[in-house]
């Protein structure tokens, strides 16, 4: 008998998780319910621009490294990472604006522009990161938590580097300006935190960030996406595109074959979910028996924020702008409350704005700049009709970009659409909009998120933003490595011979 795998979604974790059971000795088929792979990682093309659709920040390199690597082939290959400096500039409502570099002595230097008696807090800031980082990166984002104990082992230290506190609450004790309490605190955004809510655990964002770098994909994040396709055809995996799963059968408690729209019935003995775990237990499991995730556990868990993300192509260029800005708006902690805590569509924003063609010009036409503009909102429990609002609400951020950034903005326009919290769950299928799976509070962290082995069902396994350690893509790539500790390694006449691998192509 051959040992066959199932992955449910061609996202980052998707095809990550692809490629690791392949190594494995699975034969391997994804069923990707979009047209195209990538997930919240595919690619929009209009009117001679190509739009990333989700995730524009590279951090920790090597995880994509190892997944070619592990198959015998060299990354560089498949795809090109160039970083980016500065990692971000970040605009202050009054017009002040602060550069987050690679090196220290930059970086003290804009800490001291704005109050130099917190370059001391800083430092120990940065040391208090780095504690976070070893135990809750290098030692926890690949371990499964799969029992109680598991968590409770770990409590202790996480008390003792005060992952109690908040996000913004641990960087106040070190730093006195408001303005850099922000700076450094906003990064929780990033994977669907509130900074006054989620675990300062977080902060070892800062410190992946500073080891590893930021960095950009030439031909954006979809390069990447195109790179493990490739990677995955050559390997022999099978890739199934307009293949939304319906239902997951299982027998006997374990999972026996996916169902697709279109009537296929694929069996395996091992599947895979790069979907959300709310939908996938509640949906595609619905009719099967859940002791663990019930339909009432699912309904307590607390989804993250949502997103709108606008896209628009400019004639001419704005060579002045960096590749990724942050525009704060009037409120922090106001604004926070407003999306998360009170779930209202507030009147002010604040904005990521991401302009790849900073960094490679070939993503819009000739003379031409690319941008796409990220703001968080409330997800859809906030009863948001974004029909009736969604258009309205890009003209007023696109106001905001032309009056404090881009001078000129509305006249200069060639091509614009957007996306809404409805596209997270309507294509992409997560509970209530949510852009990142749970919301990555203490309460859903680590033993407490979704599984990365399923409790209820057999055979069954999840990766993705939805599981630990959580979203952004380390966390998802994480997610993948998590499986080698959880999946069973096919023996005997199941192991499926790769194809001759060497060292490249």
């Not at 509970?431 to 680590?446: H, K, N, T, V």
Request: with cysteine; glycine share 10%; proline share 8%.
């Amino acid at each position: 008998m051959t040992a066959r795998a199932v992955v449910i979604g061609a996202g980052l974790g998707g095809l990550a998780a692809a490629v690791r059971l392949r190594v494995m000795g699975y034969a391997v088929t994804v069923l990707e319910a979009l047209p195209d792979p990538g997930g919240r990682a595919r690619v929009f093309e209009k009117d001679g621009f190509t739009f990333d659709a989700g995730p524009t920040v590279i951090t920790a390199p090597y995880l994509l490294d190892e997944l070619f690597r592990i198959a015998g082939r060299e990354p560089g290959d498949y795809f090109s990472l160039v970083p980016v400096d500065p990692y971000y500039r970040i605009l202050f409502p009054h017009g002040e604006h602060f550069d987050v570099f690679a090196d220290d002595e930059r970086l003290l230097d804009e800490i001291r522009r704005f109050r130099p008696g917190d370059v001391p807090g800083y430092r120990r800031l940065a040391r208090h990161a780095e504690r976070i980082f070893d135990v809750g990166y290098l030692q926890l984002a690949d371990r499964p938590f799969l029992r109680p104990w598991d968590m409770i082992r770990v409590i202790p230290t996480m008390l003792r580097l005060g992952n109690h506190r908040s996000v913004y609450g641990l960087v106040s004790r070190y730093l006195r300006d408001e303005r850099l309490r922000q700076a450094f605190s906003f990064e929780p955004l990033l994977v669907g935190g509130d900074p006054f809510r989620t675990t300062s655990i977080y902060l070892l964002i800062h410190t992946l960030q500073r080891r590893w770098g930021v960095h950009f994909a030439l031909g954006g994040t979809g390069s990447i996406v195109n790179g493990l396709v490739r990677l995955l055809l050559e390997l022999g995996v099978e890739l199934r595109f307009d293949s939304p799963v319906e239902r997951i059968e299982v027998a006997d408690g374990r999972v026996r074959a996916a169902h697709t729209a279109d009537g296929l019935r694929i069996p395996c003995t091992t599947m895979v979910a790069n979907a959300d775990p709310a939908h996938v237990y509640t949906e595609l499991l619905k009719d099967a028996p859940r002791a663990r995730n019930t339909d009432a556990a699912v309904a307590r868990r607390r989804s993250s924020m949502g997103l709108f993300v606008g896209y628009f192509g400019t004639r001419g260029t704005f060579p002045d702008v960096e590749h990724h800005t942050i525009l704060l708006g009037p409120r922090y902690r106001g604004l926070l409350q407003d999306i998360f805590q009170k779930r209202i569509l507030p009147d002010d924003f604040s904005l990521y704005l991401h302009r790849p063609t900073a960094t490679d010009p070939s993503l819009a036409p000739p003379g031409h700049d690319a941008f796409y503009v990220l703001s968080p909102v409330a997800n859809n429990r906030s009863g948001i009709d974004w029909n009736q609002e969604g258009h309205a609400y890009f003209e007023r951020i696109l106001d905001a970009l032309e009056d404090r950034l881009l001078p000129g903005l509305t006249d200069r326009i060639v091509t614009q659409f957007h996306i809404t919290p409805d596209y997270f769950q309507q294509e992409l299928r997560s509970r209530d909009g949510s852009a990142f799976g749970p919301e990555p509070l203490l309460r859903q962290s680590a033993y407490l998120r979704y599984h990365n082995r399923s409790p209820d069902v057999e055979g069954l396994y999840f990766v993705g933003a939805g599981t630990h350690p959580g979203a952004g893509v380390p966390g998802v790539l994480s997610s993948a490595r998590v499986l080698e500790k959880v999946v069973p390694v096919p023996t005997g006449s199941s192991a499926v011979p790769l194809p001759s691998l060497g060292t490249g192509r």
